[in-house]
């Protein structure tokens, strides 16, 4: 009988042992999980802290808490691989979906916000998942995509996502110019939301519409309205706003005011982009008043104190842009068109950089080639080629036609500069000099393509006037 109950009493002991092992596993393994997600939401915040505070300093965030964003991923990975069942998947998809949308990887973003809008439709994530897609489509220039997000995201209650849709339809309404929607929207949004935390950043959006529309005095308008409510706490917005109120003040021609409001924002700016930014426009407005030195001056401390940033590769291409068109030294500006190539430039620098860079390389061989020519008005002619349609500089190319058209009528570029020639002075109000070149034209060379262009221009782009 002892024998027995010792067995029944060591089996017992058994099964506790084993259902506490069990038990452990498994508490260990929910501990684990629970850690995981902790973990994973923890890095998701801190890249978010990283970039608010990368923003408030003018600083680019693209590059900011690209470690911990791949933490977060890699954490939310693990727990949708190991816990397919577990009640946190899509607060997984969600913090995967947004930290691939922070890297930059929109499509990687946009199947995360797609499996949480197809496979939870009742997660409260939905909304954001409709509204985070949006800002990915609106990203990649995928406007109409991006619309159709936002209007889904607006249907949801949530007042917060409503306002943010909203404020983000109205940016990619801009962004598409698709100006009159973007309008309508932003009237619709202050009747609805007048006391809004986002009314700020509509206002923002409505400075950046006028200034598309060149509408310069409404935008003035507009910043002396905001600037009764904005505070420099805020400072994205005020520095966004007062750039863009400057930038208004320039196409007024109000550069000395323009000059005013800019060294006051700088004084405001810790240094960073915001900084340099605001730098350059200052070169700018000196520029425009004709004072090349002190806007020589002025991006050369850009360069020097920003070194092998984007800042600095714009300054390096507009004193490029000096050296070609006001001082007309095209060897100096080619240096530094070369130097803004090999200094970080952002893309659209990059582009417009080489293109400079190459063009003056043709007008300097081509000006070389003048002293040993032979037939110097082929050359003559294809220089004023190159200030039209490449340097773009239609002040240099009309008077290098006109040198052309004066000094070599025997060359076989002569009627093709003839009519290009004819359609300067036109668009600058000489019709009727410009119809007595293109008549010209036609008795001249009937036979070419010549005379049939000069043809339409005289007779079917001309209104009020009939064939002879």
Same mark, same amino acid.
């Given at each position: ?21 069990? !038990?452990? &596993?498994?508490? =260990? ?36 808490? $690209?470690?911990?964003? #791949?933490?977060?991923?890699?954490? =939310? ?27 930059? +990887? ?8 797609? %499996? ?11 909304? @954001? ?56 929207? &932003?009237?619709?949004?202050?009747? $609805?939301?007048? /006391?809004?935390?986002? !009314?700020? $950043? ?5 400075? %950046? ?8 005095? %409404? ?34 021609? @109000? ?21 340099? +930014? ?5 070169? !700018? =407005? ?6 090349? #030195? ?7 401390? !850009?360069?020097?104190?920003?070194? /092998? ?11 490029? %842009? ?33 293109? /400079?860079? *190459?063009? $003056? ?29 490449? *340097? ?9 036609? *006109? ?31 410009? #119809?007595? &070149? ?17 043809? /339409? ?12």
């Amino acid at each position: 009988m002892n024998k027995l109950n010792g067995n029944i009493s060591t089996k017992i002991l058994g099964s506790i042992l084993f259902f506490s092992m069990i !038990v452990s &596993i498994y508490s =260990c393994g929910l501990r684990v999980y629970f850690n995981t997600f902790y973990n994973a939401k923890n890095y998701y915040n801190q890249a978010k802290y990283l970039r608010k505070q990368a923003a408030l300093q003018g600083r680019d965030t693209l590059a900011v808490g $690209l470690v911990e964003l #791949d933490s977060a991923i890699v954490r =939310c990975g693990k727990i949708i691989q190991m816990h397919p069942n577990s009640a946190f998947i899509d607060d997984a998809l969600f913090i995967m979906g947004d930290a691939f949308l922070m890297k930059g +990887e929109f499509q990687n973003a946009l199947g995360k916000f797609e %499996e949480i809008v197809k496979f939870y439709p009742h997660s409260p994530f939905v909304s @954001q998942a409709y509204l985070k897609a949006g800002i990915a489509y609106m990203l990649r220039g995928e406007y109409n995509n991006a619309q159709t997000y936002f209007a889904r995201a607006k249907t949801y209650e949530d007042n917060n996502i409503n306002q943010q849709a909203r404020y983000y339809q109205i940016k990619s309404f801009i962004l598409a110019e698709d100006y009159s929607l973007a309008e309508k929207e &932003i009237d619709e949004f202050f009747k $609805l939301y007048p /006391r809004s935390e986002y !009314v700020l $950043l509509i206002l923002l959006e409505q400075a %950046e519409l006028l200034f598309n529309q060149e509408k310069w005095q %409404e935008l003035r308008e507009l910043y002396q309205t905001m600037n009764d409510i904005i505070d420099e706490d805020n400072m994205t917005v005020y520095y966004q706003t007062t750039l863009r109120f400057a930038q208004a003040l320039q196409h007024l021609n @109000q550069n000395q005011e323009a000059i005013a409001v800019l060294q006051d924002l700088r004084s405001n700016l810790p240094s960073g982009t915001r900084d340099a +930014e605001a730098a350059i426009e200052i070169a !700018v =407005c000196y520029r425009n008043l004709e004072n090349y #030195d002190m806007a020589l001056q002025i991006l050369n401390e !850009v360069n020097t104190a920003y070194p /092998r940033t984007q800042e600095a590769a714009k300054a390096l291409y507009l004193i490029g %842009e000096i050296y070609e068109k006001d001082y007309f030294d095209f060897n100096q500006a080619k240096a530094f068109y070369e130097e803004a190539r090999l200094s970080n430039p952002d893309q659209s620098t990059l582009s417009l950089a080489m293109h /400079r860079s *190459l063009s $003056l390389t043709k007008i300097i061989q081509y000006q070389q080639a003048l002293d040993t020519a032979q037939q110097p008005g082929d050359l003559k002619f294809l220089l004023a080629e190159l200030y039209y349609y490449e *340097l773009e500089d239609e002040a240099r190319a009309q008077q290098a036609y *006109l040198d052309f058209l004066s000094n070599y009528p025997q060359s076989s570029y002569y009627p093709k500069a003839m009519l290009v020639y004819a359609n300067m002075i036109y668009s600058q109000g000489e019709i009727i000099q410009a #119809d007595s &070149i293109y008549q010209q034209v036609i008795e001249n060379y009937p036979d070419s393509e010549y005379a049939d262009y000069a043809f /339409r221009k005289l007779y079917d782009e001309v209104p009020n006037q009939t064939e002879p």
